[in-house]
């Protein structure tokens, strides 16, 4: 089982940049497919950006396309999202998600079904 603590949120203009991190507990991290999710006040969560188990794949949603970047250290058992060019519509709380998958499966997982475990959150507040 996962336990999985996010960090790095918090407060900062429009057009700055933040980078979270999700540090997962347990000795099997490299066998997850990760993702981040995130939930802007009064809407559903949301997919921001997945990577498969070795790193070698990423995926993300349309808005957050070439400003943020997903990776992993799986010696760390760590997962990060460098978020620039912030935008307030990037407010939201942050979530980290793990997934369970068989070996075989190289891919990635948009959908939150998907997911096993799941972060606190970290809050993200961009202004104006």
């Known amino acids: 089982q996962a336990q999985l603590v996010e960090s790095g949120g918090g407060l900062v203009q429009a057009g700055g940049s933040l980078t979270l991190s999700c540090a997962a507990s347990?000795?099997?991290?490299?066998?997850?497919?990760m993702g981040w999710f995130r939930q802007a006040p009064g809407k559903e969560r949301e997919f921001v950006a997945t990577?498969?188990?070795?790193?070698?794949?990423?995926r993300y949603a349309d808005p957050v396309k070439g400003r943020f970047t997903i990776s992993r250290d799986n010696a760390k058992n760590t997962m990060y999202l460098q978020m620039n060019s912030l935008k307030p519509e990037d407010t939201a709380v942050y979530y980290c998600?793990?997934?369970?998958?068989?070996?075989?499966?190289?891919?990635?997982?948009?959908?939150?079904?998907?997911?096993?475990?799941w972060g606190q959150g970290t809050q993200v507040t961009v202004s104006s």
């Open positions: 990577i498969s188990r070795s790193g070698g794949v990423t």
């Open positions: 998600a793990a997934g369970t998958a068989p070996s075989s499966y190289a891919g990635t997982y948009y959908r939150e079904v998907e997911y096993n475990y």
């Open positions: 347990g000795r099997t991290f490299s066998t997850y497919v």
